[in-house]
């Protein structure tokens, strides 16, 4: 067994592991128990040591793979939240006024 990585980033981790398996490369997760929480690390790990360059290479693809920028929509709706955060912000700073 040999590990090949070693990352905080839990969403690498899956992604190589589904690559590995597409590939024929059979890979455990390690750490996996305290991995939900987002600063404990999860490492992956190679069963067979002779699959070790192929999976580097695999493992160096999908880190240069360009990750999508958001959508046009998707920031829509981003700014649509902080304008109803901000109306009820204010709305809460008349009922206190009013209050007081």
């Known amino acids: 067994m040999k590990?090949?990585?070693?990352?905080t980033d839990r969403s690498l981790a899956e992604s190589l592991l589904i690559a590995l398996e597409a590939e024929g490369i059979e890979?455990?997760?390690?750490?996996?128990?305290?991995?939900?929480?987002?600063?404990?690390?999860?490492?992956i790990a190679i069963t067979a040591d002779t699959e070790y360059d192929r999976t580097l290479a695999i493992m160096r693809a999908l880190e240069s793979t360009p990750r999508a920028a958001p959508s046009a929509e998707s920031a829509g709706l981003g700014r649509s939240w902080r304008v109803?955060?901000?109306?009820?912000?204010?709305?809460?700073?008349?009922?206190?006024?009013?209050i007081g």
Not at 27 to 43: C, D, Q, Y
Not at 85 to 98: E, K, P, R, S, T
């Open 3 to 7: 590990q090949v990585l070693n990352t």
């Open 27 to 43: 890979a455990i997760m390690l750490n996996e128990a305290g991995s939900s929480l987002p600063f404990v690390p999860v490492t």
């Open 84 to 98: 109803v955060l901000a109306v009820l912000v204010a709305l809460g700073l008349i009922v206190c006024m009013q």
